[in-house]
Structures are given as structure tokens and as C-alpha cells.
């Protein structure tokens, strides 16, 4: 009777094995599916969103209360008496993509009152680009350089589309970039040899760049450079390709083409695996670098320099100040300097360069937009 009763203790046992087996196998199912969700990037915010503004107390940074500035920048707006008096010009590269072209409602994004494509958002970023620069330096042309086939939809004063041949698909743009920078730097050149045209400045950006300070004075400040870039303290890419400026003599076009051709091959020899992005910034930081007598600790300091690389006066221009960039520039942690003449866009801040151009148009103060952007710039927002 004993051996019955625990006979049968073992078969209710086993028969309830598979239950709790089934139970165990969905709580772990249960619990995978929590772990992924948990793991899944964040869903990029729509609106901008406001934190405490870096640099809180510390000497020459923006202060701000709200989004209103307790002291100003200098920056400033253009004045036909300004020590500025040599021409200046914007250059950037620019062309639309099929697949953006074809663009579905889902993808629409609002601004303000305003709702953007694919194809919408990348003009209004280039617009306000323009916006800027007309702003602060309204006697400067802005030139766009582009696919002979794209098809760009901007008219405006003081700009010009100009058509360059080569191939600017997504994964060759950024070298295509420098190409297009050189066959206009040679276009330039021999205009001002043949045909004896006014010297002007050349400054070649990204064009999700907001210039809020006359940028014309680097070359008076700075008589003596060909060719300017931008540095940061940091090993792996200390220098930004998103603003290259080129003096406008026979001299500096001549030494400006030849630096970026010297560019280009390294480019094209050592860093073709970062086609698509950095492998101009690397090949940049190659050419300065390797020369042997460089000195690189030079980039830990937020001063200007001037060295000789190859054949060219090279200005180096601390990226705090003349493309600062929030939240990965120089200086966004310890605050926005009141120097600040350049503020770059980059990445996933497409949306507060319109948000900061939709509040410099209620406000009409730059410092005032400037709090904002230092405010909002550590968020990724839907652009």
C-alpha cells in the first residue's frame, strides 16, 4: 500500500514537469523580449527640449537665464564700415537624392507651423544657411556647389548654383566634396589670372552651419595664412572638414589647391574604408600631422596658430569658436565661449538649427538664440 502511494506522489510529479517546464521557458521568453526592448535606440524626440545651460559661473561663457542671455556674445552684425572690407564667399557642396525624392508621408516632419519631407528638410536647412550668412555678412555671395543632373529649387540674391561633374552618390560624397572644392579653387584661379576678376575670399562649409559673427575678419586679423581649418582636442580626429577658408590671391588659390590635392590622394590611398564619412577629417589630420615638424600638442590649446605644411601658411582655428557644435564640439561642456562665430549643426541637430532661426526671427538677438541652442543642443532630435 506504501509503494502504491508513492507511486502514484511520482506520477502526479511528472506529469506536472512539463507545466512548470512550459511556465519557466515563457517567463525567460517574457524576460528576453523586456531585455531587447530595453535595448532598442530611443525614439529620437520631436520638440525641442530644454536643460541647464553649461559653463554656469565660469569666465567668458555665455550666461543665461531661461532662454535669455545674461551677457552677450560678440557676435554682432555686419556694418558696411567694418574692418572686414576684402570680399567674402560661402561655398558648400549640395545635391538631392532619389530615395529622398520618393519620400513618403510617414516621413514628415513639423517645425513651428510647418511640416517637412525628406527632400523639404534639407532645403530649409540649406535656406536657412543662407539666412545666416545674410544676416551677419549680407555683402557675401554663397555659392553651391552640385550634381549637374540635381535639380535645386533655391532663388535667391547673392547665390549661385554652380554644376561641377563627378559622382555624388551617399558613399563617395565626402570625397567627391573634396574634388568639387579643387575644380572650383582651378575655376577661381584662372578667372583671377585671365581675367583679371576681384580677389575674393573663399570659405567652404557644411551647410548646416549657422554663421552668427562676421567671419571676413580671419583674413584681416590674419594677413599672412593661404589656407585655414578648424582644430579640436581630440586624438583620433582633430580636425573638422566642415570649414576650410582659402585666401582669394593668385598665391592662396594656388596653395589651397595644391594642400587639398595632397588631401585627396591620401584620401584616396589610405582611408577609402571611411568613404562615406570621416575619411576626409582622417586624411585631413594626415597631412598636417605627418609633417615632421608639426607639433600636435598644440591642439590641447583653444589658441590660433600658424604653421607651414608642404608649401602652404596653414591658420588653425580652434573649433570652440569657428565651428562649435553642440554637444560634441570643443567647449559644449564647459559652456558656449563669447567668442562663438560659427555654430555647426551636425548629425541629429538638424531640427534646432530651425527651431534657433524660427526664434532669431521673434527675438532678433543672437545671444538670446544662442542660450537656446546651449540649452537644447545635448538632445537628439527627429532630423
Given amino acids: 500500500m506504501l509503494i502504491k502511494r508513492k507511486y502514484f506522489r511520482w506520477n502526479r510529479l511528472l506529469l506536472c514537469l512539463p507545466v512548470v517546464i512550459l511556465i519557466f521557458h515563457m517567463l525567460s521568453v517574457s524576460e528576453f523580449h523586456q531585455s531587447s526592448r530595453s535595448k532598442e535606440k530611443p525614439k529620437k524626440i520631436d520638440h525641442l527640449v530644454l536643460g541647464p545651460a553649461a559653463g554656469e559661473g565660469l569666465p567668458d561663457r555665455l550666461q543665461c537665464q531661461g532662454i535669455r542671455a545674461l551677457n552677450k556674445t560678440s557676435s554682432r552684425m555686419f556694418q558696411k564700415n567694418s574692418d572686414s572690407v576684402d570680399h567674402v564667399s560661402f561655398v558648400t557642396v549640395f545635391t538631392v537624392y532619389n530615395s529622398t525624392v520618393d519620400s513618403r508621408p510617414v516621413d514628415l516632419v513639423t517645425v513651428g507651423n510647418t511640416s517637412y519631407n525628406k527632400v523639404e528638410r534639407s532645403m530649409a536647412i540649406l535656406n536657412i544657411f543662407?539666412?545666416?550668412?545674410?544676416?551677419?555678412?549680407?555683402?557675401?555671395?554663397?555659392i553651391i556647389l552640385t550634381d549637374p543632373t540635381a535639380e535645386i529649387p533655391l532663388h535667391r540674391d547673392m547665390v549661385t548654383i554652380q554644376p561641377i561633374q563627378g559622382?555624388?552618390?551617399r558613399d563617395k560624397l565626402m570625397l567627391q566634396r573634396i574634388r568639387s572644392y579643387i575644380a572650383f579653387l582651378e575655376t577661381r584661379l584662372e578667372k583671377l589670372t585671365v581675367m583679371q576678376e576681384k580677389v575674393s575670399h573663399f570659405i567652404f562649409t557644411d551647410s548646416d552651419i549657422a554663421v552668427v559673427h562676421d567671419l571676413g575678419r580671419i583674413f584681416t586679423d590674419y594677413p599672412s595664412f593661404d589656407l585655414a581649418l578648424t582644430f579640436r582636442n581630440n586624438k583620433e580626429q582633430p580636425l573638422n572638414s566642415g570649414f576650410i577658408a582659402v585666401r582669394g590671391t593668385a598665391e592662396?588659390?594656388?596653395?589651397?589647391?595644391?594642400?587639398?590635392?595632397?588631401?585627396?590622394?591620401i584620401y584616396s590611398t589610405k582611408f577609402m574604408k571611411a568613404s562615406r564619412m570621416l575619411g576626409d577629417q582622417l586624411a585631413l589630420a594626415w597631412v598636417v600631422t605627418s609633417h615632421p615638424k608639426f607639433d600636435i600638442k598644440r591642439f590641447s590649446k583653444r589658441e590660433a596658430f600658424l604653421d607651414k605644411i608642404g608649401g602652404a601658411s596653414v591658420l588653425f582655428l580652434?573649433?570652440?569658436s569657428y565651428n562649435w557644435t553642440p554637444p560634441e564640439g570643443?567647449?559644449?561642456f564647459h559652456g558656449m565661449p563669447l567668442d562663438v562665430?560659427?555654430?555647426?549643426?551636425?548629425g541629429s541637430?538638424?531640427?534646432?538649427m530651425l527651431e534657433s532661426w524660427n526664434y532669431f526671427l521673434s527675438s532678433s538677438d543672437i545671444s538670446d538664440m544662442l542660450c537656446l541652442i546651449l540649452k537644447s543642443g545635448r538632445?537628439?532630435?527627429?532630423f
Avoid at 589651397?256 to 585627396?264: D, M, P, R, S
Avoid at 541637430?349 to 534646432?352: A, I, N, T, V, Y
Fill in 379 to 382: 538632445t537628439k532630435y527627429d
Fill in 130 to 142: 543662407v539666412n545666416f550668412i545674410q544676416v551677419t555678412m549680407p555683402q557675401s555671395n554663397v
Fill in 167 to 169: 559622382e555624388y552618390s
Fill in 349 to 352: 541637430r538638424k531640427r534646432l
Fill in 341 to 346: 562665430k560659427v555654430v555647426h549643426f551636425k
Fill in 318 to 320: 580652434p573649433c570652440s
Fill in 330 to 332: 570643443a567647449g559644449q
Fill in 252 to 265: 592662396g588659390l594656388q596653395r589651397g589647391k595644391a594642400f587639398l590635392q595632397e588631401v585627396l590622394k
